[in-house]
């Protein structure tokens, strides 16, 4: 995978101003889990955009919705890109992460929904966050309008 970055991210905003996903990302990941999911997304998806979906890194959800998966360990992350552990301890711990994206634009990637797949392993819980994802991705597609 190329480190290059083709692509841009945005974050989903609703009317109140919010971004759940940047929000989500601050105050329900662990750092470690951050600096993960952030060299995933920096290495990855702004690399491939849409293609990641040719990869086990990304799943086409269909009406314009794509998954990003992640499912590797900070220390296999910062061994495929680069970087620097810290001395925490848990970059061996796994990382199970779904972000659900929308390709836009000139190469751009909206940010729409995430979750952490390794603490609600469910598929009920999967199709929740996917139509939420599909909720402001409807939302978005009207106040583009």
Same mark, same amino acid.
């Given at each position: 995978?190329?480190?290059?970055?083709?692509?841009?991210? +945005? =974050?989903?905003? !609703? *009317?109140?101003?919010?971004?759940? /996903?940047?929000?989500?990302?601050?105050?329900?990941?662990? #750092?470690?889990?951050?600096?993960?999911?952030?060299?995933?997304?920096?290495?990855?998806?702004?690399?491939?955009?849409?293609?990641?979906?040719?990869?086990?890194?990304?799943?086409?959800?269909?009406?314009?919705?794509? +998954? =990003?998966?992640? !499912? *590797?360990?900070?220390?296999?992350? /910062?061994?495929?890109?680069?970087?620097?552990?810290?001395? #925490?301890?848990?970059?061996?711990?796994?990382?199970?992460?779904?972000?659900?994206?929308?390709?836009?634009?000139?190469?751009?990637?909206?940010?729409?929904?995430?979750?952490?797949?390794?603490?609600?392993?469910?598929?009920?819980?999967?199709?929740?966050?996917?139509?939420?994802?599909?909720?402001?991705?409807?939302?978005?597609?009207?106040?583009?309008?």
């Amino acid at each position: 995978m190329s480190g290059s970055r083709e692509f841009v991210i +945005e =974050f989903y905003e !609703d *009317e109140a101003g919010d971004q759940p /996903v940047k929000r989500w990302m601050r105050e329900g990941l662990s #750092a470690t889990k951050r600096r993960a999911l952030g060299k995933a997304m920096q290495h990855v998806l702004q690399a491939y955009g849409t293609a990641v979906c040719k990869t086990r890194y990304g799943r086409q959800l269909g009406a314009g919705l794509f +998954e =990003f998966r992640l !499912d *590797e360990n900070l220390r296999e992350i /910062v061994h495929k890109y680069g970087g620097k552990l810290s001395e #925490a301890g848990d970059e061996g711990d796994p990382v199970l992460l779904r972000v659900f994206c929308h390709a836009h634009g000139n190469k751009i990637i909206l940010l729409l929904g995430g979750y952490d797949k390794g603490s609600s392993p469910g598929k009920r819980a999967q199709s929740q966050q996917i139509e939420l994802a599909r909720k402001r991705l409807r939302d978005w597609k009207s106040r583009e309008q």
